[in-house]
């Protein structure tokens, strides 16, 4: 079983449905030529100039360098995230296998040992996102070998049997033994290190354990064998690897760690009673997928302010392929590039990305452009709607038409009075936005669980709905109107607290209003803390609080108040005030994207693209071919067909021909007799119906019919075509019968 047995190839994948094969890097040609040969649209990087080659160079070379100055920082600073969120999950299965072991070798002389042996065991839990297990089981390796463990790496593809899971194991823990142990060893060893053939057994490892392992050094070192895909392996190999293991685990210390990617039911599945009794096992939770990505989000899309952002249908896309895909933190940072490189390959106004520095300090600052902006890219400015609008309120509110005529006209007022000014606007709005996820951020730590959102969903609804429309908005000012006194003020002091350590400049265009929210927040604390400043001035009260009779909404509205009935009036009025202002600040702090300027440059927005080229669709693709072979062969014959003879459309309603043309590919042909069909196809019945749809055209040419043997070879191989496509699949049932497995597009 354990022989007949195929381990996945690098194209069995259950979450990615398309592959790059890249040509060989070598070549035959010489090196001069092949230098020579070398398309130009790759001596700068693949950067090519714009506008129909009308780019200044410098521009070209601009675009390039802002891309490697961005993509490289970025870049490590998320696979630090990813390496600083999975390392608690490492830590604790290193904790682990360290502790192991210890209470057996901690047993007194003299006590009975146990009937039987158990082997330390720990499964580890890392998601169904297989594409990143190679880079955490490396890093667990890593950290391992650091301890002074001889751990050992294994695949499925490469240990499809005992004797090859044995070899592959004894090479790499061998290896890590003392270089110098084994160079001095005894006869024995020399002996077997000399033989031209090398048994690989556990008895091997069991010798050279004892001759490179003093006293100290067995007691804190392991043996620690990693099964990376534990679902891959065969399981009649794992099982007696097990079983061999167990027996050698009192003189020899192994760990097995076992890599899950699905569930603990398939160590049930893949392994006898026998076997899981001989495990200790512990199970560790190595799938952190979630926190990755929302360290990612929280550090790229929030707080690195001077990098490229996405708009909602963007960051839509980019999410939905990590939630509803694969879990993948590789494919996130992938189509992250994609998009990045997307900007800057083909947008000319990427150069402005130059004007933006950000400080040692987090800081985000404006500075000159380093290049002179073409007349084409200073007139696409122009053509913004942001730059329209905020060119209109700035005539509406000054009333100076000679700025707008420069704004118009001059391309250096342009760049150096206007777009500052822009880009000051928008790096105070994102500040703003910050600060306004930070504030939702600290509210949601006093509500209850239920109502608290990760930040990837905080973000999405940032940039993706209004304040008032968005339910959870709604949801979070419910909880806060319900809230009394003390937890009011603890709330202020928090949000005042977090106000205070924002990093903004200018709070004049940090919001939308030009609220200076640390003194909204202040003036909020202070109003609890004397409410009857909220007394008009004219109103004569008798120097007690006023109190009213509560009905049934105001219970509702505040339950507090059916233990609390010391509130008055004006602290309830004060309450009703300090929400309105909270509301208030996370409106302004929260306005959509679009209210920025030059929104349509730094918010990358071509969700499109993205779901096509990471979201591909194999069986649409297909399908379309062989329905649309015309636009796809691009041949006279097929396009001849899809109008009469007087010129007349003969096309269906939706724009494809259904007529089966002799002048077709023959897996087209049959790919159409097929979709006549219902779920079982006559294989006589499908054969004739081709046949007579050759024969007809070639009657007509040649003036005799082709031969039948032809025909039929011709069609048997369009049937394979279709089975190995996936349209159609035989069945026992009847054996002259088809199953068809594909209905509509």
């Given at each position: ?245 167990t027996s050698y685990c009192q003189s020899v210390p192994i760990v097995v760690v076992l890599g899950l990617a699905t569930s603990y039911e398939s160590i049930h599945q893949s392994l006898t009673k026998a076997s899981i009794s001989m495990l200790n096992v512990e199970k560790f939770n190595l799938q952190r997928s979630k926190e990755c990505i929302d360290a990612a989000i929280q550090s790229v899309f929030i707080r690195a302010t001077d990098t490229l952002s996405f708009g909602a249908e963007a960051y839509k896309s980019l999410l939905d392929q990590f939630l509803l895909y694969n879990f993948s933190i590789t494919s996130f940072v992938k189509k992250l590039k994609f998009a990045a490189m997307d900007f800057f390959y083909a947008h000319p106004l990427s150069v402005l990305a130059s004007m933006l520095q950000c400080s040692a300090g987090g800081v985000l600052s404006v500075r000159d452009c380093p290049i002179r902006l073409s007349p084409e890219q200073a007139e696409l400015i122009r053509m913004q709607k942001s730059v329209q609008r905020f060119l209109e309120q700035q005539l509406e509110d000054t009333g100076d038409r000679n700025r707008f005529r420069l704004a118009l006209s001059n391309d250096d007022y342009l760049q150096k009075t206007v777009l500052p000014q822009l880009l000051r606007r ?320």
């Open positions: 079983m354990a022989d007949a047995y195929k381990p996945m190839d690098a194209f069995d994948s259950m979450t990615e449905s398309t592959f790059i094969l890249k040509p060989p890097l070598a070549s035959k040609q010489p090196a001069a030529k092949r230098g020579a040969s070398r398309p130009p649209a790759f001596a700068n990087g693949g950067f090519v100039p714009l506008f129909q080659g009308k780019e200044p160079v410098e521009s070209m070379e601009l675009r390039q360098k802002l891309f490697n100055e961005m993509w490289e920082p970025l870049e490590q600073l998320l696979v630090d995230t990813e390496r600083q969120v999975n390392q608690v999950g490492v830590s604790d299965v290193c904790s682990y296998v360290n502790s192991s072991y210890t209470r057996v070798e901690s047993v007194e002389k003299g006590q009975l040992d146990q009937p039987f042996a158990e082997m330390s065991t720990a499964v580890a839990f890392a998601g169904v996102n297989t594409g990143d297990h190679s880079k955490l089981f490396e890093s667990l390796q890593a950290q391992l070998a650091a301890g002074g463990h001889h751990v050992a790496l294994l695949e499925s593809q490469y240990c499809t049997s005992l004797a090859g899971m044995l070899k592959c194991m004894l090479d790499q823990v061998l290896g890590s033994l003392d270089e110098g142990q084994r160079a001095t060893g005894n006869t024995r060893t020399t002996a077997i290190a000399g033989a031209k053939t090398i048994s690989y057994d556990m008895g091997l490892l069991k010798l050279r354990w004892d001759e490179a392992s003093d006293g100290a050094n067995s007691r804190s070192s392991r043996v620690v064998v990693i099964l990376q895909d534990f679902e891959g392996f065969a399981p009649m190999v794992v099982d007696d690897f097990v079983r061999i293991a928008l790096v105070s709005f994102r500040a703003g936005y910050c600060l306004g996820i930070d504030l939702v951020t600290a509210l949601q730590e006093m509500v209850p669980e239920s109502l608290q959102k990760p930040i990837r969903t905080l973000h999405y609804y940032g940039i993706g709905q209004r304040f008032d429309d968005c339910a959870h908005w709604k949801a979070l000012s419910a909880v806060m109107r319900r809230m009394k006194a003390s937890d009011m003020e603890r709330l202020l002091a928090r949000l005042g607290d977090v106000a205070d350590a924002a990093a903004i400049v200018d709070w004049d265009f940090a919001t939308k209003d030009g609220l200076d929210i640390p003194q909204l927040l202040r003036q909020s604390k202070a109003l609890l803390t004397n409410p009857e400043a909220l007394a008009k001035p004219g109103s004569t009260d008798s120097g007690e609080p006023s109190k009213r009779i509560r009905t049934r909404t105001d219970m509702e509205n505040r339950p507090f108040l059916l233990f609390d009935s010391s509130s008055s009036d004006q602290m309830l009025s004060a309450l009703d005030k300090c929400c309105a202002n909270i509301e208030t600040i996370l409106r302004a702090c929260l306005s959509p994207y679009q209210s920025a300027p030059l929104y349509e440059v730094f918010y990358y927005k071509h969700s499109l693209l993205l779901d096509t080229t990471f979201s591909a669709q194999p069986r649409a693709a297909v399908q379309a071919a062989l329905g649309k072979t015309a636009y796809y062969i691009d041949c006279d014959c097929c396009k001849a067909v899809t109008c009469d003879s007087d010129g007349s459309d003969m096309a269906s309603e939706d724009g494809d021909d259904q007529r089966v043309m002799p002048s077709m590919h023959d897996t087209s042909i049959a790919y159409r007799l097929h979709q006549e069909c219902g779920r079982m196809i006559n294989l006589y019945d499908w054969h004739s119906a081709f046949s007579s749809v050759v024969e007809g055209e070639s009657s007509k040419e040649r003036g005799s019919l082709p031969c039948q043997r032809a025909i039929q070879a011709r069609f048997m191989r369009a049937v394979e075509e279709m089975r190995l496509l996936g349209f159609i699949k035989s069945t026992q049932r009847k054996t002259d019968h088809v199953i068809r497995l594909t209905w509509g597009m």
